[in-house]
């Protein structure tokens, strides 16, 4: 006896369709964001009373450890470093890199956060938060896996395209709408501000979020991030551990491969997005009192 099955047919004579879940996902993303964001708008959080800090402050460090914690126990059920482990202690190395990225944004965070008084320069935020180790291992770890997820989706639908660029291009828009939920709601509810922006911005509540300016930005690190975590030569070796074996001339053990990472991470990133940052605003921005 042969059994049909109309629904898996129908599902197979139209591959393109949509799925109800392909449907409603953006419509309760729309509904969250604009929740978050009207909460956000009428919490009347300020930098000098932020609303909900300390919850803030408290999750995403435990989000970190706890990427940092499946991260380890994959290495270890692997035998070598797993690539979640190695994106979160690059990502996190990169912490001491934003203090200056705010000095060029005008970034100014609350000091009801816990922070640290060192490395204070003429180029610096005047408030530096111990909780950006972990908002840098939980943002851009998350960030990162997005990306190689764009990937691996651009590669089984257009095989024949080039997936790094249609990647970094689809990234863009779901980058920005992220931020824009994200950061929105963190300046309206206090956590920090946009002293000064280039181009438009957006009021919540008491703080300022410019619409162009850091976000696209960020664009040229997500495009090198996109090949970066996916290219693979001939013999299946990513960037890290070739430019790791370039540097030794052997191949790289599991500390040499973590040091490109760090090492990859920290000057990529510096030299897409906070160099510009800071050069945009030695140029042409204005001197405030409130980010020196």
Same mark, same amino acid.
């Given at each position: ?193 946009? /002293?000064? =922006? $280039? *181009?438009? &911005? ?7 979020? !410019?619409?162009?300016?850091? +976000? ?20 299946? /070796?990513? =960037? $890290? *551990?070739? &430019? ?7 191949? !790289?053990?599991?500390?040499? +491969? ?35």
């Amino acid at each position: 006896m042969t059994v049909t099955n109309p629904a898996g047919a129908n599902r197979m004579a139209h591959p393109d369709r949509m799925s109800a879940k392909q449907v409603l996902a953006p419509i309760v993303f729309l509904a969250i964001a604009a929740g978050l964001l009207t909460y956000s708008a009428n919490s009347g959080g300020s930098l000098v009373a932020p609303v909900g800090f300390r919850v803030y402050e408290i999750g995403i460090t435990l989000v970190a450890v706890g990427f940092l914690a499946t991260g380890i126990w994959q290495s270890v059920r692997a035998g070598q470093l797993r690539p979640l482990l190695l994106m979160a202690v690059a990502t996190g190395s990169a912490f001491w890199q934003e203090t200056y990225g705010d000095w060029g944004a005008y970034c100014l965070y609350s000091d009801r956060f816990l922070t640290y008084d060192w490395g204070h320069t003429a180029w610096t935020a005047p408030v530096q938060c111990w909780w950006f180790i972990a908002g840098y291992v939980v943002f851009y770890t998350t960030l990162f896996q997005s990306l190689i997820v764009a990937v691996d989706f651009v590669r089984s639908r257009w095989p024949h395209g080039n997936p790094y660029l249609v990647a970094a291009l689809l990234s863009l828009p779901i980058f920005y709408a992220f931020d824009l939920v994200f950061e929105g709601t963190t300046v309206g509810l206090g956590f920090w501000n946009y /002293e000064h =922006v $280039f *181009g438009p &911005a957006l009021t919540i509540g008491n703080g300022t979020f !410019p619409l162009m300016w850091p +976000i696209v930005e960020q664009v040229p690190f997500m495009a090198i991030a996109a090949f970066g975590l996916t290219w693979r030569n001939d013999r299946g /070796e990513d =960037v $890290f *551990g070739l &430019a790791a074996g370039r540097v030794l001339r052997r191949t !790289p053990g599991q500390l040499a +491969i973590l040091t490109s990472w760090i090492v990859i991470i920290n000057v990529t990133f510096l030299a897409t997005t906070i160099i510009p940052l800071m050069l945009l605003r030695w140029v042409a921005g204005p001197a405030i009192a409130t980010v020196p």
